[in-house]
């Protein structure tokens, strides 16, 4: 599925809604919206990236390495690269964050593949793409995340694994439209 990343995209299990303001190698900077209860489905670990939440409305609760943080209005939270993080609305209102990636590498190619998975309905109870796929895609990109319940060494075995699983299942045709919106080539994938 083509995806417009500048449109709001809305997972139904999370709660949240991601827009895309801007994204060039230097940042990638979307709104994130999340409804009461809204949540990101998976601890997880930006290997190259910081994170940073600019809180605009609501409040949104951190946990970075086991430590919770509380982010009110006018709050400016960063998540370093290489911390294990995961985030949540905090209050009973709609939360409202502008989210940064430094540098924002080829984010945007993660994000494309991320909703495009969520757009088609492939996604678990929890609001979670497959992990396999989204593994296929990730073959090749810098703007890597890996689930934090997942050692770095296990995780570069499953991005191989997906990417040779995906070939052998055809993942390349049923989203060639991703590389399509992007115009961006691929080399992993011809």
Known sequence: MSVDLFQPITNPITKETNRTLSANTEAYVFEWIVAPGGYVPFEHIHLLQDEIFCV?????KLVIDG??????????ITVPKGK???AYNNKNETLKAIVEFRPG???????????????DGEYD??????????G???KGMQALTRPAS??????????????????????KNLYKNIREATKIEMAHFD
Do not use: T
């Open 150 to 171: 997942v050692p770095a060494f296990a995780f570069g075995l499953m991005v191989k694994f997906s990417y040779c699983l995906g070939v052998s299942l055809g993942w």
């Open 105 to 119: 590498l080829d984010m945007h190619l993660l994000e494309q593949c991320y909703n495009g998975l969520l757009l």
């Open 125 to 134: 109870k929890k609001g979670s793409p497959p992990i396999l796929k989204l």
């Open 67 to 76: 430590k919770e943080l509380i982010g009110k209005p006018g709050d400016v």
């Open 84 to 86: 294990r993080h995961i």
């Open 136 to 138: 296929y895609f990730m």
């Open 56 to 60: 605009e409305a609501g409040e949104v």
